[in-house]
């Protein structure tokens, strides 16, 4: 794998500056962690949380919050059955 110097160079400024105002542009609904965690096979993981501005160690936390939106999206949802 090389130095630092060279991953650095691995993808283009432009590159960069293209995916990250791809995702945010593209007005899905996808959360920036879910975006990264489906392309993290396909792109560096730090390197995606650097150019979206998220904190890597929240990416890795994401996951045990499941639970909690799962509850929060169940308890939203029927909420909205009563409305």
């Known amino acids: 794998?090389?130095?630092?110097?060279?991953?650095?160079?691995?993808?283009?400024?432009?590159?960069?500056?293209?995916a990250v105002a791809l995702v945010r542009s593209s007005g899905r609904t996808v959360t920036v962690y879910a975006f990264i965690e489906a392309e993290?096979?396909?792109?560096?993981?730090?390197?995606?949380?650097?150019?979206?501005?998220?904190?890597?160690?929240?990416?890795?936390?994401?996951?045990?919050?499941?639970?909690a939106r799962s509850a929060r999206k169940a308890a939203d949802d029927a909420l909205a059955h009563e409305i």
């Not at 794998?1 to 293209?18: C, I």
């Not at 993290?40 to 639970?67: D, M, Q």
């Open 1 to 18: 794998m090389g130095n630092k110097s060279n991953r650095s160079r691995r993808y283009t400024e432009e590159f960069k500056r293209d």
């Open 40 to 67: 993290k096979t396909t792109h560096n993981v730090a390197l995606s949380c650097r150019l979206l501005k998220v904190a890597r160690s929240s990416f890795y936390a994401w996951p045990a919050g499941e639970t």
